[in-house]
């Protein structure tokens, strides 16, 4: 069995959230803070919520984009065509292809994004 002292005499591996930024109505982003730990992955992380009937703005860059889906359900807007959004899932985004998270539902829609 693990003792108390032992759990709180070592500092957890945990990261730390930026702060949230609205980069659309309904749609806010928090970045994962590496600086915090002085961490450099050869990526960046955030992670997005979407209140329900928000949308994000249709998106294309340079990087390759991964979308994990952590919670609730919504649409995909991908090069002009529309996919389920459901939790549980992935979609790999490659560079300059257009994507668009869509969110249809009553209910918040959870989206972790790792682009590098």
Known sequence: MLQSPNLISHPKPQLNF???????????????????????????????????????????????????????????IYEGLSFILKSQEAFFFPPFKTHQAVNNTENLLFICSIYW
């Open 18 to 76: 930026s702060t949230g930024e609205e980069i659309a109505p309904g749609v806010v982003v928090n970045p994962i803070d590496f600086s915090f730990n002085q961490i450099k992955p050869p990526f960046n992380s955030t992670v997005f919520h979407l209140s329900p009937g928000s949308q994000t703005t249709l998106d294309s860059h340079r990087e390759k984009e991964i979308w994990i889906v952590l919670e609730g359900s919504g649409i995909l």
